[in-house]
């Protein structure tokens, strides 16, 4: 009788040539070769066992989407404002500015509704920090499930507070870890016209909006809002972190945001454009506009000009501007992550972003300007 387990054969990979040669072929020779480690990953359900939702969070969480769905059908005329750290890298930090902006809130909801940006996941050019789930301790460890752990911690307690928060879906396993506490989501412009991204967004819960391609391309834009509005059938990772085959019924409250090229697009020129070719598509003219990213051309104070541009926009009756992204945090600027050199509390370690001072005229800006647009 053959031994059960043979130590001539322990690959981790491998395939029996025959029964008569006893021999192993070592697939480990073509497979892997350049992978280093691989490492246990806590599985989704683990984590939302041990950091579950509370009946007041998910309460939160539904009538966000609810009323951003509702602005997205013509059913509610505030206007959805996206508004926070570029990324988020500190636990302390991050909580500070939701405690800020929830008053703040409360006191523009007629008029504004207020989804606190809490993005964990950055895209790279070339390399650089990929974010507070990746590399949590910001030193190069990686200690992903522990990143995953403080990230579920921080949106419980960002909506605990009675702020519902956006974020930016880039890898496609972190949705399962986090999905049912996001209001709002956006797909990044590297990733729109990504089949595998436009295939996730038709199966999220939330809204979600698809930022236009990096070289100002709008159609690539609205193609993912057209194909996420469809069912696919694609694979991925269960809650019990089991690979399956996801079927979605798509999602109806996609929309695009203009965030730039090679030039601005946020004049009112740019949001006529835009609407042009979603009508062609057939798609519900409507736009939110990022105030950052090309449209500032990179300088974090522009933002405060281009909201005031947008403000013009919405009070001279502008309608199809449904929602705004700023970037803000405590202080303005950035700083660069280096090691052994401490960061000044409050400043954005990726983008540069406008601080809580100028945040707050901003908001009540747009909010005077959609009661404008309102009463005429």
Same mark, same amino acid.
């Given at each position: ?7 001539? &054969?322990? +690959?981790?990979?491998?395939? %029996? *040539? ?11 020779? $073509?497979?892997? *070769? ?21 009946? @007041? ?15 997205? &059908?013509?059913?509610?005329? %505030? ?9 988020? &890298?500190? +636990? ?20 504004? $509704? ?8 950055? /895209?790279?050019?070339?390399?650089? #920090?990929?974010?507070? $789930?990746?590399d949590p301790r910001l030193d ?43 209001? #709002?989501? @956006? ?10 991204h436009r295939q996730l967004a =038709?199966?999220? =819960?939330?809204? *979600? ?19 996420? !509005? ?62 950052? +990213?090309?449209?500032? !051309?990179?300088? +974090? ?6 909201? %005031? ?29 280096? /090691?052994?050199?401490?960061?000044? /509390? ?18 009540r800006s747009l909010a005077q ?8």
């Amino acid at each position: 009788m053959p031994a059960l387990d043979d130590f001539r &054969h322990d +690959h981790e990979a491998g395939v %029996r *040539v025959s029964d008569s040669a006893g021999e192993t072929l070592d697939t480990t020779r $073509i497979d892997d *070769v350049r992978i280093a480690a691989v490492r246990a990953l806590v599985s989704p359900a683990v984590l939302l066992e041990e950091l579950p939702v509370t009946p @007041a969070v998910e309460a939160l969480v539904e009538t966000t989407r609810e009323a951003i769905g509702r602005v997205l &059908h013509g059913r509610d005329d %505030r206007l959805v404002v996206v508004v926070g750290p570029c990324s988020i &890298h500190d +636990h302390a930090q991050a909580m500070d500015y939701a405690r800020r902006l929830k008053p703040l809130a409360d006191e523009l909801g007629d008029d504004l $509704i207020v989804v606190m940006r809490v993005y964990f996941e950055k /895209p790279r050019t070339t390399v650089g #920090w990929k974010g507070y $789930i990746n590399d949590p301790r910001l030193d190069g460890s990686f200690r992903i499930n522990e990143g995953l752990r403080l990230a579920r911690q921080l949106l419980l307690q960002i909506s605990a507070l009675g702020l519902p928060a956006g974020t930016e879906f880039l890898d496609l396993l972190t949705p399962q870890y986090q999905s049912d506490l996001i209001a #709002w989501g @956006a797909i990044g412009a590297r990733t729109t016209e990504s089949q595998s991204h436009r295939q996730l967004a =038709s199966g999220l =819960s939330c809204p *979600v909006g698809f930022k236009n391609g990096t070289d100002g391309s709008v159609q690539v834009a609205a193609d993912a809002v057209l194909a996420s !509005a469809a069912p696919h059938s694609f694979m991925g990772m269960t809650k019990m972190g089991v690979a399956a085959i996801f079927e979605t019924r798509g999602n109806p409250d996609g929309h695009i945001i203009l965030r730039g090229g090679k030039q601005p697009n946020y004049a009112a020129a740019d949001v006529e454009a835009a609407c042009a070719v979603l009508r062609k598509a057939k798609l519900r003219e409507q736009v939110m506009i990022d105030c950052s +990213h090309a449209n500032s !051309a990179k300088q +974090h104070r522009r933002q405060i000009d281009v909201a %005031r541009d947008i403000a013009a926009q919405i009070a001279a009756g502008e309608q199809r501007i449904m929602g705004v992204m700023v970037e803000s945090h405590l202080a303005e600027g950035r700083q660069d992550l280096k /090691p052994g050199v401490a960061l000044q /509390p409050g400043i954005s370690i990726t983008d540069a972003c406008i601080g809580w001072d100028d945040t707050v005229p901003v908001l009540r800006s747009l909010a005077q300007a959609v009661k404008q647009r309102r009463a005429g």
